[in-house]
């Protein structure tokens, strides 16, 4: 009978490059890219206002977690809630229909017999049951 050895860490990105992960170089790749473009064609001034986001956002997709989420899923929800087209609705108020004749004729005989205020809640109970058990019938 064969043997086969089962992954016990499935969630865990496997190291390509040294420390980092596949993504994580990627990124980390890309934003040295884009600063080092900016170092080459800005002046200095330019160049500090630009390279400081870009490696910020590139450390950040590299490293940074949000409530044990990355943080690419979560910018990526981010965007996705501020683009999705929402309604909110405080109170709705639902349009009354208007009653048949047959359903007036038992909302009146409904009205009619509930009784007033009892002095025992008991027997407001009771009452309540037994209309219930009718209105089953």
Do not use: C, H
């Not at 992960?21 to 884009?34: E, I, S």
């Amino acid at each position: 009978m064969k043997q086969f050895q089962v992954p016990q860490f499935i969630t865990i990105e496997d190291k390509i490059f040294g420390p980092f992960t596949f993504k994580q170089f990627l990124f980390l790749g890309g934003g040295a890219f884009l600063v080092v473009m900016a170092y080459v064609f800005l002046e200095t001034f330019l160049l500090i206002i630009v390279s400081i986001p870009i490696a910020a956002l590139a450390l950040s997709l590299a490293f940074l977690k949000i409530n044990e989420q990355p943080f690419p899923l979560t910018l990526l929800n981010a965007i996705k809630f501020f683009l999705k087209p929402r309604l909110y609705l405080w109170k709705q108020i639902k349009e009354k229909r208007p009653l048949k004749p047959s359903e007036e004729k038992k909302e009146e005989t409904f009205v009619k017999n509930i009784p007033k205020l009892s002095e025992s809640k008991l027997i407001d109970l009771a009452w309540s049951l037994d209309i219930q058990e009718k209105m089953r019938k």
